[in-house]
């Protein structure tokens, strides 16, 4: 899973099951066909394969998630600054900024993560 990177329609299919989990899995086929056109193989299909990368799992007709959104999220983030910036978090935030000026508001909040997670 750390290195999976969502297609434009499993994030959109990711988001509804993370929205409305717990869900029974012929919900998730109605709810795919209202919002995506989908059809039921369709549904299972990408279901399974998300399964299989291990962020959702359908146990008894119930999908939810291994991963929750956030964490997902998260991992992704901390990958692209990794391969993107070598791991530097303060190239990415060089990157990020791209010259403009920072507010003193915006300042004290990375002083303050900065102080919270300095080890």
Same mark, same amino acid.
């Given at each position: 899973?750390?290195?999976?990177?969502?297609?434009?329609?499993?994030?959109?299919?990711?988001?509804?099951?993370?929205?409305?989990?717990?869900?029974?899995?012929?919900?998730?086929?109605? @709810? =795919? /066909? $209202?919002?995506?056109?989908?059809?039921?193989?369709?549904?299972?299909?990408? +279901?399974? *394969? @998300? =399964? /299989? $990368?291990?962020?959702?799992?359908?146990?008894?007709?119930?999908?939810?998630? +291994?991963? *929750?959104?956030?964490?997902?999220?998260?991992?992704?983030?901390?990958?692209?600054?990794?391969?993107?910036?070598?791991?530097?978090?303060?190239?990415?935030?060089?990157?990020?900024?791209?010259?403009?000026?920072?507010?003193?508001?915006?300042?004290?909040?990375?002083?303050?993560?900065?102080?919270?997670?300095?080890?």
């Amino acid at each position: 899973m750390n290195d999976y990177k969502f297609a434009p329609s499993e994030e959109k299919f990711a988001a509804l099951i993370w929205r409305h989990e717990p869900i029974c899995s012929g919900d998730l086929v109605v @709810l =795919c /066909a $209202k919002e995506f056109s989908w059809k039921k193989s369709t549904t299972y299909t990408v +279901l399974k *394969k @998300l =399964c /299989a $990368k291990g962020i959702f799992q359908n146990e008894n007709a119930i999908v939810s998630s +291994l991963i *929750k959104k956030d964490e997902f999220y998260v991992r992704q983030s901390q990958r692209f600054v990794e391969d993107t910036f070598g791991g530097s978090l303060p190239k990415f935030l060089i990157a990020f900024i791209g010259g403009k000026k920072l507010s003193d508001r915006q300042a004290e909040e990375l002083k303050k993560l900065i102080d919270e997670h300095r080890s």
